[in-house]
């Protein structure tokens, strides 16, 4: 099942229509409430995603907004896809490389990447993990069990920043520069170790194409591993690396320019369509 965060406008008759957001489920008649004003918030509160989710009334002219605006935590992967891991020059992973984002960083599936002119501004389709229940020290299969399920994003990175130092938050957490959405889709309906196809188009022009069956760790891999260090909770986003294509790996390299369109499209989930722009 589908679910997400969407934009509407409730009519009155005291004047003109008011605009709200509101956590959501895409039936086929359309948008139907849950009882929280987004995704954060309803998985926060004890809220549960799946077939048996009870459902409020429906929301006309809803469109789909940032799935979950306010994760406590954004834990990211690097370097997880066998050909991306080639590209860069470096050995398969023991374990896995991580960082982490702020709330701040994410954006919807059609907002614009707002970002500083001059910059050396990158691609990276990812698949993401929405995590709906909490773990500590948690093992492969709880881990798995505690998926509430998965999302399309773009870990777009600012290559120029990101490589000043060995560490690389700085190129990695910009506000505004992650694109998420447009839905949450439940286990039930894909699984992306038997392979979602990801990829990833620059105005057009195909530049990542991947199967999450290649993840050198999976999601529920990354799950366990992570709750060993720090706890994870209903609504906290992980994104899962992404694969081979990046323009800083390219020869000669190629970055984004102002004005480009961005899509990241991953089979089942959707697709995310922003552009790029650059500002002084």
Same mark, same amino acid.
């Given at each position: 099942? /589908?679910?997400? #965060? ?11 229509? #008011?605009?709200?957001?509101?956590? *959501? ?40 907004? *940032? ?30 490389? @991580?960082?982490?984002?702020?709330? !701040?960083?994410?954006?919807?599936? !059609? ?8 910059? !050396? ?16 020290? *948690? ?27 060995? /560490? ?11 694109? #998420?959405?447009? &839905? ?25 194409? !991947?199967?999450?069956? #290649? @993840? &050198? ?14 706890? @994870? ?22 970055? %984004? ?20 722009? %650059?500002?002084?």
């Amino acid at each position: 099942m /589908q679910f997400g #965060t969407v934009a509407t406008a409730r009519a009155s008759t005291a004047g003109p229509s #008011t605009a709200w957001t509101s956590a *959501a489920a895409r039936t086929p008649e359309g948008w139907r409430a849950l009882p929280a004003p987004d995704l954060s918030a309803y998985l926060a509160g004890g809220g549960t995603l799946g077939p048996d989710t009870a459902l409020g009334e429906l929301l006309p002219h809803a469109r789909p907004i *940032a799935p979950l605006p306010s994760p406590a935590k954004v834990v990211c992967c690097g370097l997880n896809y066998g050909e991306h891991i080639r590209e860069t020059g470096r050995e398969l992973p023991t374990h896995p490389t @991580l960082f982490a984002k702020y709330a !701040d960083s994410l954006v919807g599936p !059609d907002d614009d990447v707002s970002l500083a002119a001059g910059t !050396d501004v990158d691609w990276e389709a990812e698949l993401a993990v929405v995590v709906g229940a909490e773990i500590r020290g *948690a093992d492969r299969s709880t881990a798995a069990a505690a998926i509430a399920g998965f999302t399309v994003a773009n870990d777009v990175s600012v290559r120029d920043w990101q490589y000043r130092t060995l /560490q690389w938050f700085q190129g990695k957490a910009w506000d505004r520069s992650t694109p #998420t959405g447009p &839905v949450v889709v439940t286990p039930d309906e894909v699984d992306p170790t038997a392979g979602l196809t990801v990829s990833c188009r620059v105005n057009g022009e195909e530049v990542q194409r !991947d199967s999450t069956a #290649t @993840l &050198v760790f999976d999601p529920a891999d990354l799950l366990a591993y992570i709750s060993t260090f720090t706890v @994870l909770r209903p609504g906290d986003l992980v994104l899962t690396g992404t694969p081979g294509g990046v323009g800083t790996a390219r020869d000669p390299q190629r970055f %984004l320019a102002d004005g480009d369109v961005l899509e990241t499209e991953i089979e089942g989930i959707g697709l995310l369509r922003n552009t790029i722009r %650059l500002t002084d």
